[in-house]
C-alpha cells in the first residue's frame, strides 16, 4: 500500500517518481464546474447545496428524489454528512518516517510486539517501507515506516503527540521495554486527571507511545494523538468532512488542555485520533517526520466533495494512480494535517498484488 500515499519520501523526487512527490507538489486544478455537476447531477444550487443524480440518492445522498429515478433536490451538508457516516470507512494505516528501518523494526517486534506484515523496497524512489500491526492490513489499523535512503533523522515537531497502544499489562510492558534498552519517558501510573493506567516510551526515532493498560482488544494499535489550535472546529470538521463520530471528550483545567476522541466505532475495538487542544495554542510546528493517515472508503470521488462541501482543502483530486488504477484523494484538515482516502475495492487488491 506504500505506493498509494504521497508525501513519504524526504528527499526531492525525479521526474520518475511522481507517485511519491509530496502532495503540495501534487496539486491538481480544482474540479470544474462541469466535473462537478457530472457528479451531483446538476449545479451548485447555493452555500452548502449541491444537486445529486438518482444513483447517489439510492446512497441516501439525495433526498427527495422523484419517483423514476429523476434527482433534482439539493444536497446540504446535512445529506451529505448522512452519506459520509453510511460509507464504508475504517483507518487503514498511519504513516511515518525513520531513520533505521531495521533498528525501528525491531524495536516494534520486541518490545512491542508488532509483527513486520511486509516490507518492500524501491530502489529506484531511494526508499524502503515497512508495513507493521497486529494483525493483516485488511482488517487492523497498522503502522507504515518509510527510509529514505541516507537520511537518518527527522524533525518530529510540536504538532504530533503520540500513538496509542492498548497492553494487557502496562507495568510488565515497561519492564520488558527496559530489558531492551527502550527509553521509558513516563513510568506506569494512573492517567492525569483519570483512573487509567498508562506509561509513556520512546521508540529510536523519539516518536512517543502510550501504553494503555486495556483488556482483551481487536485493534492493540489504537490511538494516533495530533494537536489541534482550535478543538471545535476540528471536532467539527472531522464528524462532517470524515464522517466521524465524537466519542467522548475531557477538559483538563488543571492542566490546561483538553481532548477529543474521534472515530468509526467505540474505542475499546477500533483505532480513533485524539484531538488534543492545548489552552492559547493556535498553532505547532508539524517537522517532517510524521506524514498521514490512510482511511478506506467506497467512493473517494463523492469523499472529496463532501470535504470540499466542508471546508477541507482537497491536495490529490480524486481519480485512479498512473500505471496501478488504485483510486485515491488526499486533503489537509484545518490545521494541515493530511489524510488519504482510499478505495474499499482497490486496496483490497494492492494488498493481493
Known sequence: MARLLLPLPFAAASASSSLHLAASRLRLPAVSVARREGLFGGRAVGAGAVRAPARLARRGLCAGAEPGGSAGTAVSQ????EWAKKDRRRLLHVVY??????????????????????????????????????????????????????????????????FGIAVDDVAKTVDLIKA????????PGPVKGGKSVIAFIEDPDGYKFEL???????????????????LDRAISFYEKAFGMELLRNRDNPEYKYTIAMMGYGPEDKNAVLE????????????GNAYAQIAISTDDVYKTAEVIRLNGGQITREPGPLPGINTKITACTDPDGWKTVFVDNID????LEE
Open 97 to 162: 518516517r525513520v531513520g533505521d528501518l531495521d533498528k525501528t523494526i525491531k524495536f516494534y517486534t520486541e518490545c512491542l510486539g508488532m509483527k513486520l506484515l511486509r516490507k518492500r523496497d524501491i530502489p529506484e524512489e531511494r526508499y524502503t517501507n515497512a508495513f507493521l500491526g497486529y494483525g493483516p492490513e485488511d482488517s487492523h489499523f497498522v503502522v507504515e515506516l518509510t527510509y529514505n535512503y541516507g537520511v537518518e533523522s527527522y524533525d518530529i515537531g510540536t504538532g504530533f503527540g503520540h
Open 78 to 81: 446535512e445529506e451529505a454528512l
Open 180 to 187: 531492551k534498552g527502550g527509553t521509558v519517558t513516563r513510568e
Open 212 to 230: 494503555i493498560e486495556r483488556g482483551p482488544t481487536p485493534e492493540p494499535l489504537c490511538q494516533v494523538m495530533l494537536r489541534v489550535g482550535d
Open 347 to 350: 486496496f483490497l487488491k494492492e
Open 275 to 286: 484531538l488534543t487542544y492545548n489552552y492559547g495554542v493556535k498553532e505547532y510546528d508539524k
